[in-house]
């Protein structure tokens, strides 16, 4: 199956949409091991990402991707802006001039999406970070297209690495960003980055099945 | 004269430390980029590029910075413009730095001598 570029831009929607009924949530993470400001950043980038592609007439993937991310790395003040600003323009190069995408380009937009952010944030898994969500998602959604599973079991089998992968956060020590700065104390916390990028992916994946029907 | 762009999650952190770095050397080019652009706390790109493009000459320019995601805004911008090679982010104490670096560019010391002595207030940021 593929999915074409204007439900790769009501996916976006639906993005934000989750994230704005996760803002609370997502913020009190943070307030637990940061600085306290995860979801209402988040939330105030993609508002502003909702508005610009709303008035956006791209019919190309590669550029709805890229102002996703200029929308990202303009408005949010915290570190989620350059990291996911960062993801998005990555996964939008390699979308450049498509109008719509399958399960294959789907795994190179989140193979450079999760490069970029380690590159940016110079991170590596069990910090305590999207990493630790992204990076085995990642793996398990190569591995199954390798089994030659079917589009939805592969999703599926994403997410359950992803699932596991942002819980694992829990027990772990932060080593990156403001919450590193609490050592032993931030163990028993789940990482906001980690549970953002975990609530993104879902929403890709319930978004995929729903087209797919 | 190379120039200095201060970043702060706070803008008046990124002020107060402009304000004492010209009470040491009044000439030095000094801009802030501190907040977001709605005011709040935290750091934006946009405020980065434009405040390293009102200080940058061919002697560069030297980002010093306080916390975490100020150093990512930091390296995306510097991507983004041309002349790179002459615009160096300083892991170094920001207050310290900002003042040691405002009164060597202000008797005309390089980019490079800059950097090297900055090593001295280096704080291993993360």
């Known amino acids: 199956m593929t999915v074409n570029y204007l439900q790769v831009k009501n996916i976006i929607y639906k993005i ?5 009924e996760n803002k609370m949530y997502l913020t009190n993470l943070d307030a637990a091991i940061g600085d306290g400001d995860h979801g209402l950043n988040m939330s105030k980038g993609f508002k502003v990402v909702k508005e610009k592609l709303e008035s956006d007439e791209s019919k190309n993937i590669g550029d709805i991707l890229k102002k996703v991310s200029m929308a990202l790395i303009s408005t949010v003040g915290g570190a989620s802006g350059p990291l996911y600003g960062t993801a998005f323009m990555k996964a939008g190069m390699k979308a450049i001039n498509k109008d719509e995408i399958d399960i294959n380009d789907f795994t190179l937009l989140l193979e450079e999406a999760l490069k970029g952010i380690k590159d940016r944030g110079k991170a590596t898994i069990g910090e305590k970070t999207m990493v630790d969500t992204l990076e085995p998602a990642l793996y398990a959604l190569k591995a199954s297209i390798n089994d030659k599973l079917d589009c939805v079991e592969c999703l599926d089998k994403m997410m359950d690495a992803a699932f596991i992968g942002k819980e694992n956060t829990k027990d772990m ?3 990156k960003g403001r919450a590193s700065y609490l050592g032993e104390r931030s163990k028993g916390h789940l ?14 994946c319930d978004e995929v099945k729903a087209i797919r029907g | 004269m190379v120039g200095l762009v201060v970043i702060s999650h706070s803008s008046k952190i ?22 977001t652009f709605d005011g709040e706390i935290g ?7 434009n405040a390293i493009e009102k200080v940058y000459s061919k002697d ?6 306080d916390l975490g995601s100020a150093v990512m805004n930091a390296e995306m911008a510097i991507e983004n413009l041309n002349d790179k090679d002459k615009i160096k982010i300083v892991k170094c ?34």
Request: charged share 20%; net charge negative.
């Open chain 2, 14 to 35: 990124a002020e107060g430390i402009k304000e004492v770095a010209l009470q040491m050397a009044p000439n030095a080019l000094i801009e802030c980029a501190g907040g």
């Open chain 2, 60 to 65: 560069g320019v030297i980002i010093l910075f």
């Open chain 1, 173 to 175: 020590i932060a080593k």
């Open chain 1, 16 to 20: 934000a949409d989750v994230i704005e």
């Open chain 1, 191 to 204: 990482d906001p980055g980690a549970v953002s990028s975990y609530l993104i992916l879902k929403t890709i």
């Open chain 2, 93 to 126: 104490a920001v207050v310290e730095g900002a003042i040691a670096a405002a009164v060597e560019a202000s008797i005309g010391n390089s980019l490079d001598e800059i950097v090297e002595n900055l090593k001295a207030l280096d704080i291993n940021k993360a």
């Open chain 2, 43 to 49: 750091t934006d790109y946009n405020k980065i590029v």
